[in-house]
Nanobody, 118 residues
Framework: QVQLVESGGGLVQPGGSLRLSCVAS????????MGWYRQAPGKERELVAT???????NYADSVKGRFTISRDNAKSTTYLQMNTLKPEDTALYYC????????????WGQGTQVTVSS
């Protein structure tokens, strides 16, 4: 009973920056953690970053030091700040939510495309 809508994707040059947003609606108080995933053509979906309600974060090794996940609970919005973008960051990025007392991310957004090219 949670709906997620991503936005902020687009075309950017290598070395540039982009910020993705994910607005959640529905049973917001039930959300324990939020995550960002991405999937490139011909590749499996991979975890990019996660953040708990308390603000604890985790990142994939490929983006650590370049990407920052944050969460504004008052606005029901999760952000992914992406800096020093590389062509290999090109993918469809998905926002996901995990509810309290659950182990899986059960709710997903529709995705937003990020393209990094010269």
């Amino acid at each position: 009973q949670v709906q997620l809508v991503e936005s902020g994707g687009g075309l950017v040059q290598p070395g540039g920056s982009l910020r993705l947003s994910c607005v959640a609606s529905g049973s917001i108080v039930s959300i324990n953690s939020m995550g960002w995933y991405r999937q490139a053509p011909g590749k499996e979906r991979e975890l990019v970053a996660t953040i708990t309600r308390g603000g604890s974060t985790n990142y994939a090794d490929s983006v650590k030091g370049r990407f920052t996940i944050s969460r504004d609970n008052a606005k029901s919005t999760t952000y992914l700040q992406m800096n020093t973008l590389k062509p290999e960051d090109t993918a469809l990025y998905y926002c996901a939510a995990r509810l309290l007392s659950q182990t899986d991310y059960n709710y997903w957004g529709q995705g937003t495309q990020v393209t990094v090219s010269s």
